[in-house]
């Protein structure tokens, strides 16, 4: 069969890898990107020699990445350093109470023996039973496509084995008695978009995950890590289009034919993969394709994650007490989850993680200066209108005030630069739907299968990658996303001899 001409639509994580790989299989592969970098969500703001990531700072799973450099037979080492960040966190609570999360299991046992002394044996088997999850859930499911009703029905058993079913807050409380350390044990399924007390709790792989291989951070910032991608897939004679916004997917008779960019210019592809948000896909992208009436109707209806309000800032003195990676819990947890997800209404108080990446990389801000981001949770915008154009001033103001007071000293004093990143900017910058920053909640009844297909059941040629589809969002997910679609379109085109990049011993690190 003739290799078929491929478009992806959107520069992610997921995008980048998919297309990595797809063009190191010897297909002409083509990105469409509609802002003016890449990186999607990876965005890099640069304001007065600030450096600011504007989003994904945890970076874990490297094998992922390394999978990227290797199908394309390169070596990561001369395309970007990943350095380790300890503690992988820094968390703190209103009455003082600080933990650090780390890979040292003395330091963390002293930690937890001191605030609650029981709670170390049900620590042991907490992390016994996400040792399992992370077998099941992510070396075996992650990278596997769920194409149809018996591949989930084949893997029932398992999910149920491991009370896939229950929240992740309420399986972390049947090894966890301390109320600070159940949140600091559950609070990692919102690094996904997920409320722990609804989403599965398979998410608890994300501790085994983190635990195995450890949590780091691109030698200059993400941005480093997607312009290592970006190369390397230029490399291998891959094109990238910057400020090339698709406006519609074409289709004729139930086949893709091409793509129309919004500058007027209609192209000829065999294959489309959408990165874009799964609701601005079926919603916009595809809104003349009669055929996919229902589809387009069934995935709206799906519950969307919910949003941030993001302050970028820069200062001029540092603030060397602080972590890399500073998670704060407000005084609230499961009503505030509550708020946000559910009730959708704007709180008062907040919980916020704190991102001060100089701890790692000084070359983020100018010299003496330090460079931060701090992010809250918010409801996407399906809910009671907030109107964040005026909100966002006087959301700021508190958020900041709230620093100050706790763990900033002279804050607002010494703010140099600072810049806002709003629901609305999810919606019109990123084109996603409600604004929503982490695509479709990652709640049971919307993964694997009852996720978007990475194929369109009906368009021939119609692909998805990242956040919206299976695994889900996260740097890691939407990466083995790249890989479960790539392993299918290679099956679909090339047949199944084609290795769609299997490493046994990626595998056998379990
Ligand atoms: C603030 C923040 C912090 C995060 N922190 C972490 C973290 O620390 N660790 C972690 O693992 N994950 C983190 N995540 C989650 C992670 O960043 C995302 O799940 C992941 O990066 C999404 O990748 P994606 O492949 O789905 O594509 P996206 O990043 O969503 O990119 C999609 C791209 O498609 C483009 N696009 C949309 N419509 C069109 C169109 N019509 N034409 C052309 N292009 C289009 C967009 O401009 C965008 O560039 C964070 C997310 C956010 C928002």
Not at 50 to 74: K, M, S, Y
Not at 191 to 219: C, K
Not at 328 to 348: C, P, Q, T
Not at 445 to 465: C, E, M, P, W
């Amino acid at each position: 069969m003739k290799q078929p001409k491929v478009a992806v639509i959107g520069s992610g994580f997921g995008g980048l890898a998919l297309a990595i790989r797809l063009q190191a299989a010897g297909y002409e592969t083509t990105i469409f990107e509609k802002r003016d970098q890449p990186g999607g969500r990876a965005y890099v703001f640069r304001d007065n020699g600030f450096t600011f990531d504007a989003g994904p700072t945890v970076i874990t799973a490297p094998h992922c990445l390394e999978e990227l450099f290797q199908v394309a037979n390169r070596s990561m080492n001369n395309y970007v350093k990943l350095v380790p960040v300890s503690p992988f966190y820094r968390l703190y609570w209103e009455d003082g109470f600080k933990f650090d999360y780390s890979n040292d299991n003395a330091e963390l046992k002293r930690q937890i023996l001191a605030k609650s002394p029981h709670d170390w044996d049900g620590y042991l088997k907490f992390m016994a039973y996400t040792k399992e999850v992370f077998r099941e859930g992510y070396i075996k499911l992650a990278h596997v496509p769920f194409s149809n009703l018996w591949s989930m029905v084949k893997v029932a058993p398992q999910l149920a084995q491991l009370s896939a079913f229950r929240p992740v807050y309420t399986m972390v409380s049947k090894f966890i008695q301390d109320e600070q350390l159940r949140q600091a044990f559950s609070f990692h399924s919102l690094l996904v978009g997920g409320n722990p007390f609804s989403s599965s709790s398979i998410y608890t792989l994300i501790h085994y995950l983190e635990r195995s291989w450890g949590v780091s951070f691109p030698q200059g910032g993400t941005g480093a890590l997607v312009n290592g991608l970006v190369k390397l897939f230029e490399d291998i004679g891959g094109k990238v289009y910057l400020n090339s916004e698709v406006d519609s997917i074409l289709t004729k008779n139930k086949k893709v034919m091409g793509l129309n960019l919004k500058s007027g210019s209609t192209l000829p592809f065999d294959v489309v993969v959408s990165n874009a948000d799964v609701g601005h896909t079926y919603k916009t992208l595809l809104r003349s394709e009669k055929t996919l009436a229902a589809t387009r109707k069934r995935v709206l209806s799906q519950r969307f994650s919910m949003s941030l309000f993001l302050i970028y800032f820069g200062t001029n003195k540092k603030y060397s007490h602080l972590k890399h990676h500073n998670v704060i819990f407000g005084a609230r947890y499961k009503e505030l989850l509550a708020d946000i997800f559910s009730r959708g209404v704007l709180a008062d108080d907040f919980s916020l993680y704190l991102h001060a990446p100089c701890r790692t990389d000084n070359s983020l801000a100018p010299e003496g200066c330090d460079t931060f981001y701090v992010l809250s949770p918010v409801p996407h915008l399906g809910h009671d209108a907030i109107d964040w154009q005026s909100t966002a001033p006087i959301y700021a103001d508190k958020i900041l005030n709230y620093l100050e007071s706790r763990y900033m000293p002279d804050l607002r004093k010494h703010i140099v630069t600072k810049r806002y990143f709003t629901p609305l900017n999810f919606r019109d910058d990123l084109n996603s739907h409600l604004g929503s920053a982490f695509s479709l909640e990652p709640i049971l009844t919307q993964s694997a299968y009852f996720r978007t297909q990475n194929r369109d059941k009906k368009i021939q040629g119609l692909y998805f990658v990242g956040a919206g589809t299976h695994p889900g969002a996260g740097v890691p997910g939407v990466i083995n996303s790249a890989k479960a679609t790539s392993s299918m379109i290679l099956n679909d085109y090339s047949g199944p001899t084609v290795p769609a990049g299997h490493f046994p011993e990626w595998e056998s690190l379990a």
